[in-house]
Structures are given as structure tokens and as C-alpha cells.
């Protein structure tokens, strides 16, 4: 279900439309939000009404010139919409309607304000950047260009948003030994034997084994 409802007319979300709502799941619910201002007490219980009954809710925002066109803004925004136990879902490059232009945005704006938020706060906080195709070409998801460097036979050079840059190996296919997937939860308490089934692995910045290029998982947990 996509709906305005909760966001402009929040008192309309009754405990007796939740009880209602519970008889039909599964039942997703896409919200619109544009602002963090939008975001006031009652907004934020209509849609704590809808959580507890079992809803996920997802939000959708359209970048609009002079409203969230600011990676600050959006960050209030996309902060706000967690707290409202709402997943920014989709952020959307506004749309060819007539008489809407003056509020229509750069495509390097919605870009500038991803590159912002990815890496500097909860990736449960970053939407999809998306622009819905002018004749029927759908939604497609755009991400700054700089994240796959190069992409070869032999892996993916990665630049993440620190400017700082990464390998991860292609799986072996020409008869060489691939090598073993072992996950955190295998690794605990067996690190030697889990280091030797990795093979040789790539140093990170401080000089450690960087478990996340060969063998998954995040080299600052372990």
C-alpha cells in the first residue's frame, strides 16, 4: 500500500483500523515524506500504531529544489524516518510533470546528497536513488560512479567513501583450488585454521588480515 495518509492526516491511523489492518498480512506500506518538519509527534505515533501492528514501513521522497535538495536536510530526514520506525526506501528524481519544473533538481544533486550519506551514517539510512523512466521505462537505481573502479577477470577494484581503495578476488573457474567460504561463526575460536583456509589475504590499512576480501565478514569485528 502506498499512502499520504499517516504523514497528512495521521489521526486517521485509529487503533481500530490496526486491528483491522492485522487480519491481512502481509501488508507493506510505503509512506511520503519529502521533509523532516513533516515528521511531528502525531505523525510519528501514527506510524508506531502501524508498526506494533505489524506493518513494515518504507518511505518515499521526491527531491524537490529549495525543500531537500541539502545533504543535510536529508540526513535530518532519513535520521527522522528511523526514529518513526520508517526504512528510507526510495528517493526519487522529480518526475516530468507540467508546472513542476521549478522544483525539479540537477540528476548530480540527488547523486551528491547519496555520496554524502553512504558511509557517513546507518546504511539503514540511505534510500535508493532512483528516477522512474520518462515512457514507461520503470524505476531505474542510480549510485555515484565511483564506488566500482574496475572489473576484470581476476576481481573488483572498490573505492569506498573514504577515497580509499580495494580488491576483492573473482572465484576461481580455471581448475585452481578455490578457496573455502568460512564465516564468522565458524571462525570463532578456530582463527588459525580459519586464516589458513582463507589463504593468502589482503592487508588492510593498519597491516591485519582483511578477512572481508577473502572470506567475508568485517575485519574490525574480529
Given amino acids: ?50 508498526a506494533d501492528a505489524g506493518v513494515p514501513l518504507g518511505a518515499q521522497t521526491v527531491l524537490l529544489k529549495g525543500v531537500n535538495d541539502d545533504p543535510e536536510i536529508m540526513k535530518r530526514l532519513v535520521h527522522q524516518l528511523l526514529l518513526a520506525r520508517v526504512k528510507p526506501y526510495y528517493l526519487y528524481q522529480a518526475d516530468l510533470t507540467k508546472g513542476t519544473n521549478h522544483f525539479r533538481t540537477t540528476v548530480e544533486t540527488g547523486l551528491k546528497i547519496i555520496k554524502a550519506l ?59 583450488r578455490e578457496l573455502p567460504m568460512v564465516g564468522v561463526g565458524s571462525a570463532v575460536g578456530e582463527t588459525e585454521e580459519a586464516y589458513a ?12 588480515a582483511m578477512w572481508g576480501n577473502s572470506c567475508g565478514g568485517d575485519a574490525d569485528e574480529l
Fill in 197 to 208: 583456509a582463507c589463504g593468502d589475504s589482503y592487508p588492510d590499512r593498519d597491516g591485519y
Fill in 118 to 176: 553512504q558511509g557517513h551514517t546507518s546504511g539503514m539510512a540511505v534510500p535508493h536513488f532512483v528516477i522512474d523512466a520518462p515512457g514507461g521505462g520503470g524505476k531505474i537505481p542510480l549510485l555515484p560512479d565511483n564506488y566500482l573502479v574496475h572489473l576484470d577477470e581476476d576481481g573488483a577494484v572498490l573505492r569506498n567513501y573514504e577515497n580509499k581503495t580495494f580488491h576483492y578476488p573473482q572465484p576461481k573457474t580455471d581448475g585452481r
Fill in 1 to 50: 500500500i502506498g499512502s499520504r495518509v499517516p504523514g497528512s492526516l495521521p489521526q486517521r491511523i485509529t487503533q481500530k483500523l490496526c486491528d483491522m489492518v492485522k487480519q491481512y498480512h502481509p501488508i507493506y506500506m510505503n509512506l511520503h515524506f519529502n521533509h523532516p518538519d513533516e515528521l511531528t509527534p502525531e505523525v510519528k505515533a501514527a506510524c508506531g500504531r502501524l
